[in-house]
């Protein structure tokens, strides 16, 4: 069949894709892609955003993201034009220097410090010469920390703008094993739900976020700038309840210390509630609401105390009473009649509840002493360093102080040394609708002491973080990190001595070593170490001060942390409205690409045509591409034995050939919650329908071969009647109408509502509610195709290979021949290997395999097909 070829150039491709393209300011952020790996709970996340101008003049170009508070940037750097510019972390002093200096001479400078609370925000931008791109890439690196029984990876995502090639790939590996995985967020409700798959086996687990253009304007917290929001992925590891986990690498260890065997200790807690003024409103309602929770959730051996304050400090009971029903009752009449009003005496009230815990010692309890407060002190000791010297004394280290800072109105620095100083922590209790939850979240984290005075001891070891810790409570987690000393492991010896209610507890055995091979021990060793340094120094005033600063600072600076003492100074480009585009080097040729696989564009030379060159034999199919001839070309191509070219007039053709002896391929059927999925197997060559809504166009259909065994050699996906996109190996062809685009991947092809990316060994197809990722893997040699559905359409009709549901299966038998029950059906299965290609990095894993007809539910004939 023969069909209208229109000539597509380099010139006319990127012509069309300025046409199609959403043009925000003219600028576009043609790519956007979070990367994030997480390995023995330390994360780290690399964001890239790829930015074309398409104007004829050079354009200020931004980049603007949002990364966890907790996290550090280690590294940034800017691709413009060939040329790498790398971010250096320097000390901010000098930093500021370079930058005031670098103004004063009329460059521009990038300045990027530490900002803000919640999220913290990196900027900066660059000039882009006319038609040019730049990539930004910035990575951030960040200690999981468990709280409530889990830890969160928060990502946010604001790329500015709706971005057709955007992408969130999670992987998260723990040697202890995932316990759950789930993904939370704002990005994840409604409309954007099905743009996420997640899998998980064992010690690993991938999360991946593939919204589509229309989506990423139609979400909850989705505008014609695009999202906005958070996807937060929630999990937890397997624990055995003994020492926990040391893992070491390169001489340095970290420990991961969670129990949560133990019987809770009965605690004593007061609470001190600020009711100035300024609580007036929302404030004290979501207080109130929050404290009655809070006694609700108190358990009967546990005692407690209730103080407000303003000017004057007023107590319900002047000592600690037992939390029995009574008691409640009454003290939750008080809490929800506390009422704003007058200043405040924050000392005076803090002294007050300190009292009262040292007044109640009881045996084999844990206190603790609670402090909400919206603003600074106004009456009694104003002094703040007066106030911290009198709870300190007051405390003496028998109890952690815990300061919640209501708003923005408090000296929250004021609030963190004082916790700090007594074992505690501050915490931002956000002035929003949900700071009630806020409140009783934070609770929720101290409620359940389960150790007291523990000491992590490492014999052996050598600068370690910190190893006493006051109180352990269940849900969160201890980590220490250190060096073992001469990189010796027969010498170290961890112990973690602690008290309980059973007894003195100590642990001394159990302990798991896990040797990795990478520098992430090292890096979360770093990592606890600037974070403690960094609390110490806001505890410490003088000498002591500047030590530990430097300290902290030498740390930052050998590990390229972005942290308050440092900065990031990007440095760019000058002088870049020189175009050397047109102003080939001597010596240079005209450039005719490589075509290894998809990166080039595609000129089809006029009068060429599809060969099929007779060879002897039956066994095998050729297929030929044309290609235009260039020494670059040739030699690339004679490496591959399986492949030949013929050359008439100045056309290369290349051709490939196929052997159509039987082949086995392996198929998955992967259930949510099974451990052993089930697989079955298909023999090539044969054609199969992958994907098919009879609502729409819509269908994908898939070729097995006969030579390679593993997967696809090629697949379709019709969207319409007139717009095709045919992928195999090595090429994309993008059928609209009567134009023919074989597509290459230099950059991103948008032809009526398909869109497609190409990346290394991935090729990401979009078009309305769908987006599928066929990945491209190679096996002895041999490249095959492997489609993914990141996204399902909405409705729920489709037929096709990857839209049967792996069946729920009962084992029945297991010797002499392992039998599965599926809907009363028995099946003869065996355990067998199976490479899960739906992965980039293929995963190895265990199986049942059965017949395709048991294992899909209905005979594989249904899909088979005859047209691709
Ligand atoms: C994500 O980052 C990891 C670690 O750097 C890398 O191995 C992986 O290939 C990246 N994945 C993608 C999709 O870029
Ligand atoms: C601690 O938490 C675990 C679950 O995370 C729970 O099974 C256990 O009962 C809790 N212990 C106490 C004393 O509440
Ligand atoms: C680690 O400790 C040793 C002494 O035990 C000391 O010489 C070395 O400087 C320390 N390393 C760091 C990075 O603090
Ligand atoms: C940790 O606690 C132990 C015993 O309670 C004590 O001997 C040691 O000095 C403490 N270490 C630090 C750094 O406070
Ligand atoms: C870890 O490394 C130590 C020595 O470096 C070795 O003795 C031990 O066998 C290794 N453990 C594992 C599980 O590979
Ligand atoms: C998997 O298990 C979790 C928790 O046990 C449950 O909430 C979820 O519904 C299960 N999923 C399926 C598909 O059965």
Same mark, same amino acid.
């Given at each position: 069949m023969e069909r209208t070829v229109v000539h597509i150039t380099l010139f006319g491709l990127l012509l069309s894709l300025a046409s199609t393209l959403p043009n925000k300011d003219d600028w576009d952020i043609y790519s956007f892609h979070i990367n994030s790996t997480v390995t023995s709970r330390y994360a780290t996340t690399v964001i890239t955003s790829r930015v074309a101008n398409r104007m004829d003049e050079s354009k200020e170009i931004e980049f603007h993201v949002r990364i966890p508070r907790n996290a550090f940037i280690s590294k940034f750097r800017m691709f413009i034009d060939g040329q790498v510019y790398d971010g250096v972390v320097k000390a901010k002093e000098q930093a500021q220097q370079q930058y005031t200096e670098a103004v004063s001479r009329g460059e521009s400078a990038g300045l990027v410090s530490s900002v803000g609370r919640t999220l913290e925000e990196f900027k900066t931008s660059v000039t882009v010469a006319a038609h040019k791109k730049v990539t930004f890439e910035l990575t951030y690196e960040e200690l999981m920390k468990r709280t409530h029984g889990k830890y969160e990876l928060q990502i946010h995502a604001r790329p500015m703008q709706p971005v057709s090639d955007f992408k969130v790939d999670v992987h998260i590996q723990e040697e202890a094993g995932i316990s759950f995985i789930n993904v939370k967020g704002?990005?994840?409700?409604?409309? #954007?739900?099905?743009a996420i798959t997640k899998t998980h086996i064992d010690k690993e687990a991938w999360v991946y976020f593939y919204p589509t253009v229309n989506q990423q304007k139609m979400c909850d917290s989705c505008s014609d700038q695009g999202m906005n929001g958070d996807l937060v992925i929630v999990y937890d590891v397997n624990r055995d309840n003994g020492l926990g986990h040391i893992k070491k690498s390169d001489g340095y260890f970290v420990h991961h210390f969670a129990p949560s065997d133990l019987p809770r200790i009965p605690k004593n807690v007061v609470f001190v509630i600020d009711q100035s003024g300024s609580m007036h409103g929302r404030k004290i309602l979501q207080t109130r609401t929050a404290l009655i929770h809070i006694l609700n959730d108190l358990a009967e051996d546990d005692h407690f105390g209730l103080i407000t304050f303003d000017g004057n400090v007023f107590h319900w009971k002047r000592e600690l009473v037992q939390a029995n029903s009574k008691n409640l009752e009454s003290a939750k009449n008080f809490a929800s009649n506390i009422q704003a009003r007058g200043s405040t005496d924050i000392n005076e009230a803090v002294l007050q509840g300190a009292r009262m815990l040292n007044d109640h010692s009881r045996e084999g309890s844990a206190s603790i002493l609670i402090l909400l407060t919206d603003g600074d002190p106004t009456s009694g000791v104003t002094n703040l360093e007066k106030i911290q010297s009198n709870v300190r004394q007051a405390i003496a280290g028998k109890f952690p102080l815990y300061c919640l800072g209501f708003g923005f109105d408090v000296d929250f620095k004021f609030l963190e040394k004082m916790s700090l100083q007594n074992n505690g922590v501050a915490r931002r209790i956000y002035d929003d609708s949900d700071a009630d939850l806020q409140l009783k979240g934070f609770y929720e984290e101290v409620a359940t002491p389960l150790l007291t005075d523990v000491t992590m001891i490492y014999?052996?070891?050598?600068? #370690?973080?910190?190893?006493?810790?006051s109180q352990y409570y269940n849900g969160s987690e201890i980590v220490v990190a250190g060096e073992i000393t001469d990189n010796n492991i027969e010498t170290f010896t961890p112990q973690v001595v602690a008290i309980s209610v059973r007894m003195d507890s100590q642990y001394s055995s159990l302990v798991i070593f896990l040797n990795l091979s990478d520098d992430r021990i090292q890096r979360v060793w770093a990592y606890l170490t600037v974070k403690q340094l960094l609390d110490k120094e806001l505890q410490l005033s003088g000498p002591e001060k500047e030590k530990v600063k430097k300290e902290a600072l030498e740390l930052s600076l050998k590990y390229s942390f972005v942290t308050p003492l440092t900065s990031m100074v990007v440095t760019k480009p000058l002088g870049?409205?020189?175009?050397?585009?047109?102003?080939?080097?001597?010596?240079?040729?005209s450039q005719t690409r490589l075509p290894s696989r998809g990166y080039s564009i595609l000129r089809k030379p006029t009068g060429a045509r599809r060969l099929r060159p007779d060879l002897p034999g039956d066994m095998y199919e050729h297929m030929c591409i044309f290609w235009i001839s260039g020494s670059g070309v040739i030699k690339h191509i004679l490496e591959k034995k399986s492949e030949y070219f013929l050359f008439t007039r100045n056309v290369l053709t290349l051709c490939t050939s196929v052997s159509l002896a039987p082949v086995l391929h392996r198929f998955l059927l992967k259930a949510e919650n099974q451990t052993v999925p089930l697989c079955f197997d298909v023999s090539g060559p044969v054609r199969l329908k992958l994907l098919h809504y009879p609502s729409r166009e819509l269908s994908v259909n898939g070729e097995l071969d006969s030579v390679t065994n593993g997967g696809f050699s090629r697949i379709f996906i019709h969207v319409s009647d007139s717009q095709h996109v045919e992928i195999d190996t090595n090429w994309v062809t993008v059928r609209d109408g009567q134009t023919v685009t074989y597509y290459t991947g230099q950059d991103h092809l948008t032809a009526g509502s398909v869109t497609v990316i190409v990346h290394n060994n991935e090729i990401d197809v979009a078009t309305g509610d769908m987006r599928m990722v066929i990945i491209v893997h190679e096996k002895n040699g041999q490249k095959f195709l492997w489609p993914v559905l990141r996204q399902r359409p909405l409705d729920n009709n489709a037929e096709g290979l990857l839209a049967v549901e792996a069946a729920v299966y009962e084992e029945v038998q297991q010797a002499p021949v392992r039998k599965l029950k599926i809907k009363n059906q028995e099946a003869d299965v065996t355990g067998e290997m199976v490479v899960d290609y739906s992965f980039a990095s293929p995963v190895t894993m265990i199986c049942w395999l059965m017949s395709a007809d048991s294992a899909l539910q209905r005979p594989l004939s249904q899909f088979v097909i005859t047209q691709l």
């Open positions: 704002g990005l994840s409700t409604k409309a #954007l739900a099905n014999v052996g070891g050598t600068n #370690l973080t910190q190893t006493n810790f870049e409205t020189t175009d050397v585009l047109h102003k080939p080097k001597e010596g240079e040729r």
